[in-house]
C-alpha cells in the first residue's frame, strides 16, 4: 500500500484509540509490542548472539567487581549525562551503584544492537522502550540511593521531601485542569514577550500577517518574510526584548513581517497541507507583495514552517510575477529518509494510531505531541526535573522559552495525517512526488540563493538531515551548524562576550559544485564563536539593495494593505 495514502478507519476504533493515547502520549501500544517480539524472537534463535552477550555480561560483572574493591578505573557518566555530574556520585558506595548501572546500560545497547533479522526500524524503537526502562531506573531517581536528595533531607530534617509533595500537588492540578505552569502570567504576548512594535496588515480563516515598524531611518528594499511552524506560537521569534530574532533584525535596517498561525479546533479536522499551504505560505506572500509590490522577497522558515517554504518556493519557482530574492531554512528538512530519533515513533502503526486519535479529537492536542517530544531526551526533559522538583523539593523559575513552550498548539486531523504520510513515511518532497494542485514540484526548479541552518543537538530536525538540501536543489548554499539544540539553537542572540559554549560553523556552495558527504563538511567548515544572527542578517544584506527610506507600514498606494490592528495581533492569543 503506499504510505501517501491513509487507510480506511473505522469510526468504532477512536474512541478506544484516543483513551489509549491518553496514557500512552499518543504512542502506538502495538506499535511497540510488535518492534519487542520482532526482537525477542529473533534473540531467543540466535545462540551465537546469546553467547556473546552472556560473554559481555560475565566481563562486564569482573569489572565492576574490580573497580567497587578499589581497583583501576570506572565506567565513567556519558558525556553531557548531568545526573551523576555532581560530585558526592563520585564517593562509595554511590560510585558502585552508578558504574553498575552504567556497565547495565552498555550491555543492554549490546543486547538491542545487531540481532540478525531484525529491521532497522524495530531496532530502534526497542532500543527507545529500552531506554525508557533504564533512564526510570536510574539510582538518580531513588531518593534512598541518590546522594545529594539524601543529604539534602538530613541538612532540612525532610522539609524538601515536603516540598516536594507540594509540587507534585500543585502540577497534578495543573495537569488536571489544563493550566498554564506557575510563572507564565509573566510572560504574556503584546506585555512581557512579543513587543517588537508593528501591526497586523492581512487576516484570513488560518493567518494572521504582521508587519514590523522599522527602527533605523533607512532599510534595506527587499523584505523578509518569516514563517515559523504551525505546531508553534510565533513569538518565539519575537521573545523578550534581548532575545528577539525579530528585534534584532529590524534594528538592522530590514523590514520584516511574520506569519502568525491560527490555533485550530475540532472543527479543523479538515484542514489539509493544501489549505496550509494556500492559506498560510501562498497568501502571506500575496500580502506582502501587496505591501511591498516589485521588490525580490526573503523568504525564511522555522522548523514546519521552513518545510512549507520549501514547497511554497517550489512551486511559486514557474509562476511570473513571483519573486522571491532568497529562501532561508532554520531547522527544517526537505528529506525525511532520516529523521533521527523522531523517526522512532513514524511508522504505520503509529501513524494509524495517531489517525484514530485524532479522528476521535478533530486534532492532536499539543500537550500529546511534548509529552512524546520529551521521551526521546527522558533523562534530561522528564526525570532529571522530577527529582529537582519532588524529590530535592526545588523549583526552577520560569523563563521566557519555557513559558512559550507551554503555550501550546493543536494540528488538524487531516494536515497532521497528510504531514506524516506524505513527507515523512513517504518522503514525497524530496523524491519528486509531492503534488500542489496536482502538478509535482521539484526542489530541483530552485535557483534562489538558499541559507539552511542546523543546530547540533536538535533531535527533531536532525543537522545531517537538514544538511541534505544540498543534494535536491541547484542553487548556492550556505549551510551553517550552530551549537544548541532544536529552540535554543535559535533563539541565541548576539552577547559580549560570547560564552565559550556559544559556536556556530559555516560555509556556502556553489551550485555547481562537487557534492560533499555531511561529514567532510563538518571538518572543513571553519568555525566561530559566537551567535549566528549576525552571519545571517549580513548574508542577507548581501542579498539586498542599498538602504532607502521605508515605505508606510502595509505599503502605498492602491495596492496597500490596511492595518487592522496593532502586533502581536488576536490569534497568538488562543489557547
Same mark, same amino acid.
Given at each position: ?29 502495538? &506499535?511497540?509490542?510488535?518492534? @519487542? ?31 567497587? $574493591? ?62 525508557? =526502562? ?27 521531601? =515536603? ?10 492540578? @495543573?495537569?488536571? $485542569? ?47 518574510? *518569516? ?38 479546533? #475540532? ?89 484514530? *486519535? ?19 531526551? $527522558?533523562?534530561?526533559?522528564? =526525570? ?135 561529514? !567532510? !563538511? ?10 549566528? =544572527?549576525?552571519?545571517?542578517?549580513? !548574508? ?27 502586533? #502581536?495581533?488576536?490569534?497568538?492569543? &488562543?489557547?
Amino acid at each position: 500500500m503506499n504510505s501517501s495514502v491513509a487507510p480506511r478507519h473505522y469510526p468504532l476504533d477512536a474512541p478506544l484509540k484516543a483513551a489509549a493515547g491518553r496514557l500512552t502520549h499518543g504512542l502506538s501500544p502495538a &506499535a511497540l509490542t510488535l518492534s @519487542l517480539l520482532d526482537w525477542g524472537l529473533h534473540l531467543a534463535g540466535s545462540p551465537g548472539k546469546q553467547a556473546e552477550l552472556a560473554q559481555s555480561a560475565a566481563h562486564k560483572w569482573l569489572r565492576w567487581v574490580t573497580m567497587a $574493591s578499589g581497583g583501576r578505573g570506572r565506567a565513567g557518566a556519558v558525556q553531557g549525562d548531568r545526573r551523576f555530574a555532581p560530585t558526592p556520585w563520585a564517593q562509595p558506595p554511590f560510585d558502585a551503584l552508578v558504574d553498575a548501572f552504567l556497565l547495565a546500560g552498555q550491555w543492554w545497547s549490546e543486547a538491542v544492537d545487531g540481532v540478525p533479522g531484525v529491521s532497522r526500524h524495530h531496532e530502534q524503537v526497542t532500543a527507545f522502550v529500552i531506554r525508557q =526502562w533504564l533512564d526510570m531506573a536510574s539510582p538518580s531517581n531513588l531518593p534512598w540511593a541518590n546522594p545529594e536528595v539524601l543529604e539534602t533531607t538530613w541538612r532540612t530534617g525532610g522539609l524538601n521531601l =515536603w516540598d516536594g509533595a507540594a509540587n507534585w500537588w500543585r502540577d497534578a492540578m @495543573l495537569v488536571a $485542569s489544563n493550566s498554564p505552569p506557575p510563572g507564565a502570567e509573566l510572560f504574556t504576548p503584546g506585555e512581557n514577550v512579543a513587543v517588537t512594535p508593528g501591526q497586523v496588515v492581512f487576516r484570513n480563516a488560518l493567518i494572521e500577517v504582521i508587519q514590523y515598524a522599522p527602527s533605523t531611518d533607512d532599510v534595506h528594499p527587499e523584505p523578509v518574510l *518569516i514563517m515559523p511552524s504551525w505546531i508553534m506560537k510565533y513569538y518565539i521569534l519575537d521573545l523578550s526584548p534581548h532575545n528577539s530574532l525579530v528585534r534584532y533584525l529590524v534594528s538592522q535596517g530590514h523590514t520584516v513581517f511574520m506569519v502568525s498561525w491560527r490555533n485550530p479546533g #475540532p472543527e479543523d479536522r479538515n484542514l489539509g497541507m493544501d489549505d496550509y499551504l494556500r492559506l498560510g505560505a501562498l497568501a502571506a506572500v500575496e500580502a506582502v507583495q501587496q505591501a511591498q509590490p516589485g521588490r525580490g522577497i526573503h523568504l525564511a522558515g522555522y522548523c514546519l514552517g521552513g518545510t512549507l517554504a520549501a514547497i511554497a518556493a517550489a512551486s511559486m519557482a514557474s509562476r511570473s510575477g513571483v519573486h522571491l530574492k532568497t529562501l532561508t531554512l532554520l531547522a527544517a528538512q526537505t528529506d525525511f529518509n532520516d529523521p533521527g530519533e523522531l523517526g522512532t515513533f513514524i511508522d504505520e502503526s503509529q501513524v494509524a494510531f495517531l489517525e484514530d *486519535i485524532m479522528d476521535d479529537q478533530g486534532v492532536l492536542d499539543g500537550r500529546q505531541m511534548a509529552g512524546a517530544f520529551a521521551l526521546i531526551n $527522558s533523562k534530561d526533559l522528564v =526525570w532529571s526535573k522530577l527529582v529537582r522538583a519532588y524529590l530535592l523539593g526545588g523549583s526552577t523559575p520560569l523563563n521566557d522559552l519555557h513559558a512559550w513552550n507551554a503555550d501550546a498548539t493543536r494540528m488538524p486531523a487531516r494536515m497532521h495525517s497528510e504531514y506524516l504520510r506524505r513527507l515523512y513515511m513517504g518522503n514525497d518532497l524530496a523524491e519528486g512526488r509531492y503534488r500542489v494542485d496536482g502538478h509535482r514540484v521539484a526542489l530541483r526548479a530552485l535557483r534562489l540563493p538558499i541559507f539552511a541552518l542546523a543546530t547540533e543537538r536538535d533531535h527533531v530536525s536532525p543537522w545531517r538531515s537538514v544538511y541534505k538540501i544540498h543534494f535536491l536543489t541547484h542553487a548556492e548554499v550556505t549551510f551553517a551548524l550552530t551549537s544548541g539544540g532544536h529552540n535554543a539553537g535559535i533563539v541565541n542572540p548576539p552577547r559580549e562576550p560570547a560564552p565559550p559554549s556559544i559556536r556556530y560553523r559555516c560555509m556556502t556552495l556553489s551550485a555547481d559544485a562537487a557534492h560533499i558527504d555531511a561529514d !567532510w !563538511w563538518l571538518h572543513e567548515a571553519p568555525v566561530t564563536a559566537g551567535s549566528w =544572527w549576525p552571519e545571517w542578517q549580513a !548574508w542577507l544584506a548581501a542579498h539586498s539593495g542599498p538602504p532607502e527610506k521605508p515605505l508606510p507600514i502595509g505599503g502605498s498606494g492602491p495596492s496597500r494593505l490596511r492595518p487592522i490592528e496593532d502586533a #502581536p495581533g488576536t490569534y497568538v492569543h &488562543a489557547s
